[in-house]
């Protein structure tokens, strides 16, 4: 079993966090894991992203290479067409949040984006920001996305709902609470797609 997956974003769209999510929920599920920094401009609304790797079998290289991604997990449609290289061809998922986060003067058409997004086989498109005001903060499109990627990750939902406790439990359980239903969320927008 080998999952990798690449996250990616903007600054302050908690890709740390989704990152810190997966490695903790493999770690419980007894994988091996390795992730590289999360690379970019966290604090100026720049591009970020990192690549997680999780195996059976020993992973030696933090870094995916171009074509062997599995998943690309983006909390930003632009970004998500940045690492389009990456993504296998045949077997790999393209899952984003639809909003945009227009950073640039010159942001792409948001039709075309998701022209572009529609046109490979395997995509997830998924209104992350509604979904996480719906659960109490729009801050949790993050936790949502990953929601949105459950089903095609190696772990079951009660590990990743453990980590995301305890990840949050610091903070309160009105926040713990908001991540879980946040989680919830995501699973059903696919649900929902899928039917």
Do not use: C, W
């Not at 997966?22 to 970020?48: F, I, P, T």
């Not at 005001?133 to 801050?139: D, I, L, Q, W």
């Not at 089903?151 to 903070?171: A, G, M, N, Q, Y």
């Amino acid at each position: 079993m080998k999952k990798d997956i690449i996250i990616a974003g903007v600054g302050g769209q908690g890709i740390l966090t989704i990152s810190a999510v997966l490695d903790m929920a493999a770690l419980e599920s007894g994988y091996n894991v390795k992730q590289s920094e999360v690379h970019g401009m966290s604090q100026r609304g720049g591009a970020v992203q990192a690549h997680v790797r999780i195996s059976d079998k020993t992973v030696y290289s933090d870094l995916i290479p171009k074509g062997k991604a599995d998943i690309i997990l983006s909390v930003e449609p632009m970004e998500l067409l940045r690492y389009l290289p990456y993504i296998h061809p045949e077997n790999g998922y393209l899952v984003t949040d639809i909003n945009p986060f227009k950073n640039i003067s010159n942001y792409p058409d948001e039709t075309e984006l998701r022209k572009q997004i529609e046109a490979f086989p395997h995509h997830r498109i998924v209104d992350a920001r509604s979904l996480a005001k719906k659960a109490g903060n729009f801050r949790a499109a993050n936790i949502v996305m990953i929601g949105a990627v459950a089903d095609l990750l190696p772990f079951e939902d009660e590990v990743i709902k453990k980590v995301i406790t305890d990840l949050f439990k610091r903070k309160g359980d009105r926040i713990v609470q908001m991540n879980l239903d946040a989680f919830e969320l995501g699973k059903q927008a696919v649900a929902a797609l899928q039917d």
